[in-house]
């Protein structure tokens, strides 16, 4: 039942802006514009910053198989992810 639950929750968090129901207004996201064409080309300096997030140690196992199949690193992998992302998010901000 608890499965079930968080399930809707995911599912409903995927679909759904956040931060709009939190401000109850539409939340408005830009970048400068040399920075998102430098982050798009690929041009930024490849200096890495350490953060800590929480994961449920299911996905990071399931992670660490992935990457293990792709015979990558797991944090490349997380972060080759991140990036695709930030990516789309971009791309349709234009």
């Known amino acids: 039942m ?3 639950k968080d399930k809707e929750w995911v599912d409903y968090y995927d679909q759904v ?4 129901e939190l401000l109850e207004e539409p ?7 040399k920075l998102r064409r430098d982050i ?3 041009k930024r300096k490849r200096k890495l ?5 929480k994961i449920d140690p299911l996905q990071v196992q399931a992670i660490r198989k992935l990457a293990t199949t792709k015979s990558i690193p797991y944090q490349t992998l997380i972060r080759h992810w991140l990036s695709e992302e930030i990516k789309k998010e971009l791309n349709l901000l234009k």
Do not use: A, M, P, Y
Request: charge should be negative; hydrophobic fraction near 35%.
């Open 49 to 53: 910053q350490n953060v800590t997030i």
């Open 40 to 42: 798009l080309s690929r």
């Open 2 to 4: 608890k499965k079930e």
């Open 17 to 20: 802006n956040i931060l709009d």
């Open 27 to 33: 939340v408005e996201f830009s970048l400068g514009e």
